[in-house]
């Protein structure tokens, strides 16, 4: 990767590309900084460490937002709005018959889905910021909460969130028309990134105390944080490969196909989406403490215990949910019969396989095995954090899923850049 990064740079117009996706993260990090008015820090801060280790909606909006969430500053929704926008309209896709025709007219159909994307990340993240001011609020963090004042703070703070939340996706748009890779992705990579140094401080810190019991614990958390980069770097990479093998034709004097290839098959083909459509759902019970408090002793309080993050009960069903979501997402992205007719149009078949429906139920087969493996991936990247915060005590809530989200933005930038590189540096037929 570093030597793909070296060879990028020796080219001008990715360079250029290169610096230009530093200077939109470098201008989203500072937006990060911006505080927002009429509210108290102090008790900002006093509020959301003490809840920073409940497992809630807030540990998951702070880990999309690179820490900006905690601070309730201007960027403190972050990319949070669009990703639940994507999620929204790619289900609406599938249940909606004129989403369903937008989605099959080409890029034409698709940036008009963008654009009912953005509306509706903009809906949402009104909701959010309305939301996230009950909840700052309830914890005494608001300054100014009668008559007047009240209204203008109110309308002031969900303003300045909205408007964060839309000038996270313009910038990345422009990373996207200007820059090297996915813009919200490449955001996301660097607020989670900028989150790491005050990680290994507070592991330096805890070893600092001199114990023999917390020097072990960090050299393990180490050892343990470089052993699953590695696994996730052999899964992402990891594919199947079906063989397809095209008939023979001729075409007056010309002979075409007859040529042997492959349909590569990603074991880990969702990337990190059933991970945080889990994590959004297994949040709402514990998400809903910022309109009900529940009495001691109540069936609610009682239900909420089993949605408690270190609960085994959360950790079971989060595993559940994360395979379901994962063949949900899977089954939406590849269709085997829609793949067994492509092939049987172009005159390929898969060797020993007839065309038609023995080809789609191969597939289907195979995408099966191929999923369970990919999904049971993803449940034990998501729930380890759980399993080490219940053995060790320590926290280190979301870990995986932020390794997880790290790794598969490097990876994929580094395969655009190899491919511009590429594309650029191919001879072409007049040499």
Known sequence: MIETFRNAWKVPELRKKLLFTFFII???RIGG?????????DALTAWFEQSNSSGDFFSYLNVLSGGNFAKATLLALSVSPYINAQIIIQLLTYALPPLE??????????????????????AISLFQGWAYYLTLKKAGAVIYTD?????????????????GASLTIWLGDQINEKGIGNGISMLLFAGIIARGPAAVISLFDYAKTGEAKNIILVIAIMVIFVLMIGFIIFMNEAERRIPIQYAKRVVGRR???GQSTY?????????VMPIIFAMAFMSLPSTLKMFITPKDGSFYSKFLKWFEYTSPFYACL????????????????????????????????IPGIRPGKPTSDHLKKIFGKITLVGAVFLGVIAIFPIIFTVITGMNIAMGGTSILI???????????MESQMMMRHHRGFLE
């Open 263 to 271: 349909i590569p098959v990603k074991i880990a083909m969702s990337g």
């Open 255 to 257: 002979q075409y196909g």
């Open 26 to 28: 470098v201008i989203y």
């Open 33 to 41: 900084t911006v505080p927002v008015p009429f509210l108290d820090s």
């Open 101 to 122: 025709r937008l989605q099959k007219e080409g890029p034409e159909g698709r940036k008009k889905l963008d654009k009912i994307t953005k509306y509706a990340a903009l």
């Open 406 to 416: 790290v790794v598969s933005v490097a990876l994929e930038t580094a395969r655009t």
């Open 318 to 349: 989060y595993f559940v949910l994360i395979i379901a979501f994962n063949y949900f997402y899977v089954s939406m992205q590849y269709n085997p019969v829609q793949i067994a007719n492509d092939l049987r149009q172009n005159n390929g078949a």
């Open 147 to 163: 008559g007047f004042d009240k209204i203008f703070a109110e309308i002031v703070i969900i303003a300045c969130f909205t408007a």
